[in-house]
């Protein structure tokens, strides 16, 4: 899941002057469950707003809709009664759903309410952590499903550096290290023999090195006649 | 006069605000209280709307610690307080204006020394801005 995590309401306060009607958009998916942007953080972050506005005398009107998913076109469509007659969306979604937003709506203007941190998982109620660094070339049945990319400050392939001290990472002592995790997760696997062969030289190509990356399932894609039949939606 | 609202949970605060009355005690301001099912139910969105409406402070009174119905109820309102009262600070209203007390529903004579608690933060900070005149 995406991890994000609100703005100060003093950027977002920012972000927002000379605005008048404002919907605040929240998304049930990833950033609902990072407690970052659900319908929940929307309810208080909308109040906050206006409190804040009631105070400094700001004149915001600010109204609430949260969707089941901000970055798919479908869901985002139910916001367009929502959006008609609004200045700005402040977005609680991931940046992937902001940008929906603008695309559908490019007579609203965006604006994020959240910043986007990285791709990870809960480790505890509250407690969100990094897990994959999207690099386009997964090495994990190499590494005792354990990314190195994400989880290694350095990124190292072929184990931990210098840094690596009783465990723990040289960045943070609350940090594991990741080469630590993976040597003792493969020795639990009976599988420390990975560790002898080399990782080459990563190609970073199907990484962000090599610009926006775009998938393609051509078995998903639909002919010019379905996308007649189905009115010209996608 | 100052208006104050005190959330009291259902379990044993509330009986406690119902016992001071019968007895007639008196307070130092405005009081509105509001019965919840339990401390943890208030919302951190319930405290930031009774200051948008004009409250001057804001009171939310819990069971004992380790004595709550719902086991994690007063747990749970601490952190929503908390929350709310990090938002009062960011808006430039004062996080004193809010506060979690916790009350036994045999401690009547509390109340009215909370409500002149939270009264006597009202007189340093002054009223709430959006206070309803009259």
């Known amino acids: 899941m995406i991890i994000g995590e609100q703005k100060s309401l003093e950027e977002i306060a920012g972000m927002l002057e000379g605005q008048q009607r404002i919907l605040v958009a929240g998304c049930r998916s990833c950033v609902a469950i990072c407690l970052a942007g659900g319908e929940k953080e929307v309810a208080i972050l909308a109040e906050s707003l206006r409190l804040l506005s009631s105070l400094k005398g700001r004149g915001w ?148 090195d090599g610009g926006p990356r775009k998938m393609v399932r051509k078995e998903a894609v639909l002919t010019e006649e379905q996308k007649r039949s189905k009115g010209g939606k996608p | 006069m100052m208006r104050i609202i005190g959330f009291c949970c259902e379990r044993g605060p509330e009986e406690a605000v119902d016992l001071a009355g019968e007895r007639g005690m008196r307070y130092q301001a405005d009081v509105i209280f509001i019965k919840v099912p339990c401390a943890g139910r208030v919302d951190v969105v319930h405290l930031l709307r009774a200051f948008r409406e004009g409250a001057d402070a804001v009171l939310v009174i819990g069971c004992l610690e380790d004595n709550c119905h719902h086991v994690y109820g007063n747990l749970e309102a601490r952190k929503k307080v908390e929350r709310a009262k990090q938002i009062l600070d960011e808006v430039g209203l004062g996080s004193s204006r809010l506060e979690l007390f916790h009350v036994a529903s045999n401690q009547p004579f509390r109340i009215p020394r909370l409500v002149a608690e939270m009264a006597s933060r009202v007189e340093k900070l002054g009223p709430n801005p959006l206070a309803v005149k009259g």
């Open chain 1, 61 to 208: 009107e600010i109204e609430e809709a949260t969707v089941e998913r901000q970055c798919e076109k479908e869901w985002v469509a139910e916001l367009s009664a929502r959006i008609e007659g609004k200045g700005s969306v402040l977005s609680l979604a991931c940046g992937v759903g902001a940008q929906t937003i603008q695309a559908m709506y490019p007579q609203v203007r965006v604006l994020p309410g959240l910043n986007t941190s990285n791709m990870g998982a809960p480790e505890e109620a509250g407690v969100f952590v990094e897990r994959c660094g999207g690099c386009g070339d997964c090495v994990l049945h190499l590494t005792g499903g354990i990314c190195p990319i994400a989880r290694c400050a350095k990124s190292l392939l072929n184990g931990p550096c210098g840094g690596s001290q009783g465990g723990k990472c040289e960045v943070s002592p609350e940090t594991p290290c990741a080469w630590e995790e993976i040597h003792r997760s493969l020795e639990r696997l009976g599988r420390l023999d990975l560790l002898e062969e080399p990782i080459p030289p990563k190609n970073w190509l199907p990484s962000r």
